[in-house]
């Protein structure tokens, strides 16, 4: 059966020939015995027809509601065509009319609801809650099986997600959307093949799409569980969720129309929502806030976790549930900590707004305590600044009366220090440099100036951390470049003499040879110096290119320190959290050989258990199980513990 919706509501009259000839059947069959079959078949061609309405309205495009569409078509088409043929059949009794003196229950729905019908029937009204919710159900299935596409697209998808949460709120069937989502997640997202940046930003365009859904974070907390889960296991989780908070991207650039995603936004609307409220009266805030929660207070849905009650779920926090991952703030904050002293210590000036702004607001979900060090961290920068200001103040002021020695060779003027407070900051990567003297001797000066200013303090000396800005001209070409303190050392050599064995230049800037080869690469890339091959490693020889023709490809013209650090761990600043790990947990390797030694083999548990009980003396033991059966692992790798079917034995 085949309806032209266009047509006008004059189409379904009584006289109407196709309405004849139906309901003449529909008679027929009816004198046969056959009433219910006969409604079944046009009730199932009018649903065959809304579903291929529905189908045809939703489509694959979620930036546009189609709800009320499906309504107007179903008042339009259906319910004008029921209308005709309760109408030639007898059954379109008005729900008016009084039958033993009862009003029916659907009496409530207004004419207005039915175009070109004055008084609407029961049956009639009846057939318009089977069609909605038909079309409700169906419209549903469409969006659940597009979950996962539609949470990619959000915010964009946000009009998809408001007609699903009105479709579930008619047909209450939230189960189904959880078991499709989580089984979507797990083939779909969850997989090796996709990256923790990935599986982190889809998990808080859940959080947010969801939270429309269900403002309560009911389904939520289901949904969630699984991923949360799968993040636990990878070891880059920590780091990637502290990139989030600091860089909107969450490290990946390449990800477009997920704007909505950064935790840092987040944390902005957090703290403008508080400055907003934060001028009303706290008692009277509070027991309006009470008044409302009981007002609009409901049972929670049967597939809500009794062990989680309602007061848990008041408000879904997006950074909660990202601290949830990990299972300790702790460790964000560490990581964060680490990751802040790397770019600190890789600034090139004391610029650091962005990283104040950062903090401030960590401060107020974490805890100013928790961010104590990271503060000080950056009150350093801030005190350098002013006592790098004063250095250079005393010098200038000194070169007004005293000339300058003219063998200093690099004015002050060229040097900002970073002066640090190192019980604050994460443990510094020592590396042995030996600088030109020229700096060096720049370096020595700095040093005398700030012991005359902060008496008795005495600086000692990082050589190889920091930003060094060179400018290098040859016959044809300038090129300007920021790097490390060790590729500025290499290259500086080369102003001595133009060619270097691997051998004598690791001796001349004190490095050895494999980190020489490995930072000398740069310059390489770069077109500055070419390498020649020698008989082993120790006789690779490197030439100075004056020219551009020498090198025989395009010459960059700049560089970038940030491009440099962190490349590799034996390029970085800062020990890892991981390196500061197992270094901390290196005084728990005696304990634990001991243990096996006397137990023979020990579950994890049990180990983490013996020691919580019995190091408590200075250090005492407070690492979580994650962070044991990390260093149990490295032990593992080491081939001095053995690990089978869950327990821990020596290595024999």
């Given at each position: 059966?085949?309806?032209?919706?266009?047509?006008?509501?004059?189409?379904?009259?009584?006289?109407?020939k196709l309405v004849k000839n139906i309901g003449k059947v529909v008679c027929d069959l009816r004198n046969l015995g056959f009433t219910s079959m006969t409604e079944d078949a046009y009730a199932s061609a009018i649903f065959f027809l809304l579903k291929a309405k529905v189908h045809d309205l939703a489509g694959d495009d979620y930036r546009s509601s189609v709800l009320e569409s499906i309504k107007g078509w179903i008042q339009a088409v259906p319910l004008q065509f029921l209308h005709a043929l309760l109408a030639y059949l007898g059954d379109s009794i008005s729900y008016d009319s009084v039958s033993s003196g009862l009003k029916s229950p659907?009496?409530?729905?207004?004419?207005?609801?039915?175009?070109?019908?004055?008084?609407?029937?029961?049956?009639?009204?009846?057939?318009?809650?089977?069609?909605?919710?038909?079309?409700?159900?169906?419209?549903?299935?469409?969006?659940?099986?597009?979950?996962?596409?539609?949470?990619?697209?959000?915010?964009?998808?946000?009009?998809?997600?408001?007609?699903?949460?009105?479709?579930?709120?008619?047909?209450?069937?939230?189960?189904?959307?959880?078991?499709?989502?989580?089984?979507?997640?797990?083939?779909?997202?969850?997989?090796?093949?996709?990256?923790?940046?990935?599986?982190?930003?889809?998990?808080?365009?859940?959080?947010?799409?969801?939270?429309?859904?269900?403002?309560?974070?009911?389904?939520?907390?289901?949904?969630?569980?699984?991923?949360?889960?799968?993040?636990?296991?990878?070891?880059?989780?920590?780091?990637?969720?502290?990139?989030?908070?600091?860089?909107?991207?969450?490290?990946?650039?390449?990800?477009?129309?997920?704007?909505?995603?950064?935790?840092?936004?987040?944390?902005?609307?957090?703290?403008?929502?508080?400055?907003?409220?934060?001028?009303?009266?706290?008692?009277?805030?509070?027991?309006?806030?009470?008044?409302?929660?009981?007002?609009?207070?409901?049972?929670?849905?049967?597939?809500?976790?009794?062990?989680?009650?309602?007061?848990?779920?008041?408000?879904?926090?997006?950074?909660?549930?990202?601290?949830?991952?990990?299972?300790?703030?702790?460790?964000?904050?560490?990581?964060?900590?680490?990751?802040?002293?790397?770019?600190?210590?890789?600034?090139?000036?004391?610029?650091?707004?962005?990283?104040?702004?950062?903090?401030?607001?960590?401060?107020?979900?974490?805890?100013?305590?928790?961010?104590?060090?990271?503060?000080?961290?950056?009150?350093?920068?801030?005190?350098?600044?002013?006592?790098?200001?004063?250095?250079?103040?005393?010098?200038?002021?000194?070169?007004?009366?005293?000339?300058?020695?003219?063998?200093?060779?690099?004015?002050?003027?060229?040097?900002?220090?970073?002066?640090?407070?190192?019980?604050?900051?994460?443990?510094?990567?020592?590396?042995?440099?030996?600088?030109?003297?020229?700096?060096?001797?720049?370096?020595?000066?700095?040093?005398?100036?700030?012991?005359?200013?902060?008496?008795?303090?005495?600086?000692?000396?990082?050589?190889?951390?920091?930003?060094?800005?060179?400018?290098?001209?040859?016959?044809?070409?300038?090129?300007?470049?920021?790097?490390?303190?060790?590729?500025?050392?290499?290259?500086?050599?080369?102003?001595?003499?133009?060619?270097?064995?691997?051998?004598?230049?690791?001796?001349?800037?004190?490095?050895?040879?494999?980190?020489?080869?490995?930072?000398?690469?740069?310059?390489?890339?770069?077109?500055?110096?070419?390498?020649?091959?020698?008989?082993?490693?120790?006789?690779?020889?490197?030439?100075?290119?004056?020219?551009?023709?020498?090198?025989?490809?395009?010459?960059?013209?700049?560089?970038?320190?940030?491009?440099?650090?962190?490349?590799?761990?034996?390029?970085?600043?800062?020990?890892?959290?991981?390196?500061?790990?197992?270094?901390?947990?290196?005084?728990?390797?005696?304990?634990?050989?001991?243990?096996?030694?006397?137990?023979?083999?020990?579950?994890?548990?049990?180990?983490?258990?013996?020691?919580?009980?019995?190091?408590?003396?200075?250090?005492?033991?407070?690492?979580?199980?994650?962070?044991?059966?990390?260093?149990?692992?490295?032990?593992?790798?080491?081939?001095?513990?053995?690990?089978?079917?869950?327990?821990?034995?020596?290595?024999?």
């Amino acid at each position: 059966m085949e309806i032209d919706d266009s047509s006008g509501h004059g189409r379904f009259s009584e006289n109407n020939k196709l309405v004849k000839n139906i309901g003449k059947v529909v008679c027929d069959l009816r004198n046969l015995g056959f009433t219910s079959m006969t409604e079944d078949a046009y009730a199932s061609a009018i649903f065959f027809l809304l579903k291929a309405k529905v189908h045809d309205l939703a489509g694959d495009d979620y930036r546009s509601s189609v709800l009320e569409s499906i309504k107007g078509w179903i008042q339009a088409v259906p319910l004008q065509f029921l209308h005709a043929l309760l109408a030639y059949l007898g059954d379109s009794i008005s729900y008016d009319s009084v039958s033993s003196g009862l009003k029916s229950p659907l009496a409530s729905h207004p004419s207005s609801f039915y175009p070109g019908i004055d008084t609407p029937s029961e049956g009639l009204v009846r057939w318009q809650l089977r069609l909605e919710y038909f079309a409700y159900e169906t419209l549903q299935n469409l969006r659940i099986a597009k979950l996962f596409e539609i949470i990619v697209d959000y915010p964009d998808s946000l009009p998809a997600i408001e007609d699903l949460k009105q479709c579930l709120e008619y047909t209450g069937q939230h189960s189904k959307l959880v078991e499709s989502f989580i089984s979507a997640l797990r083939y779909r997202l969850l997989t090796a093949g996709a990256s923790t940046n990935d599986i982190l930003h889809q998990y808080v365009s859940t959080i947010k799409a969801l939270r429309t859904i269900d403002p309560a974070g009911v389904f939520l907390e289901a949904v969630g569980e699984p991923i949360r889960d799968y993040l636990r296991g990878r070891k880059d989780t920590i780091k990637c969720i502290v990139t989030m908070l600091t860089d909107g991207t969450g490290g990946n650039s390449n990800i477009s129309g997920n704007t909505g995603d950064s935790l840092l936004e987040e944390l902005n609307r957090d703290e403008e929502s508080q400055e907003n409220t934060g001028h009303d009266d706290d008692f009277h805030t509070d027991d309006k806030q009470a008044w409302i929660n009981a007002t609009r207070w409901e049972p929670d849905p049967v597939e809500a976790d009794p062990l989680k009650g309602s007061r848990n779920r008041r408000k879904v926090d997006i950074l909660g549930m990202i601290v949830g991952i990990v299972g300790s703030k702790d460790q964000l904050v560490n990581e964060y900590r680490v990751m802040l002293a790397e770019k600190l210590l890789n600034k090139s000036g004391y610029d650091i707004d962005t990283e104040l702004r950062t903090l401030e607001l960590l401060k107020i979900h974490f805890g100013e305590s928790s961010m104590q060090k990271c503060e000080i961290m950056l009150n350093d920068l801030i005190d350098s600044k002013r006592t790098n200001s004063n250095i250079k103040a005393t010098i200038n002021k000194l070169s007004r009366t005293e000339p300058e020695p003219e063998d200093n060779g690099l004015a002050m003027d060229i040097l900002d220090a970073t002066i640090l407070s190192s019980n604050f900051w994460p443990q510094i990567q020592e590396e042995s440099l030996i600088i030109p003297q020229s700096v060096d001797r720049l370096l020595s000066d700095y040093a005398k100036r700030f012991n005359e200013i902060k008496t008795p303090r005495k600086l000692m000396w990082k050589k190889n951390l920091g930003a060094v800005k060179l400018e290098l001209q040859f016959e044809d070409r300038q090129m300007q470049f920021t790097v490390t303190p060790v590729h500025a050392a290499i290259i500086m050599k080369f102003q001595d003499q133009a060619c270097w064995t691997s051998k004598s230049l690791a001796a001349a800037i004190g490095v050895p040879i494999d980190v020489l080869n490995r930072r000398i690469n740069f310059w390489i890339s770069k077109g500055v110096i070419a390498e020649t091959l020698g008989a082993d490693i120790n006789d690779h020889k490197f030439t100075l290119m004056e020219g551009v023709s020498d090198t025989g490809k395009t010459p960059g013209t700049s560089g970038n320190c940030e491009d440099l650090a962190g490349d590799e761990e034996g390029d970085r600043s800062v020990a890892s959290v991981e390196d500061q790990l197992r270094k901390e947990m290196t005084v728990y390797e005696k304990f634990i050989m001991g243990m096996l030694t006397n137990f023979g083999s020990m579950a994890l548990d049990r180990i983490h258990n013996t020691l919580k009980m019995f190091c408590v003396a200075d250090p005492s033991y407070d690492k979580t199980l994650q962070q044991l059966q990390g260093f149990l692992s490295g032990l593992v790798s080491e081939e001095k513990l053995e690990l089978r079917d869950g327990m821990y034995t020596l290595k024999k």
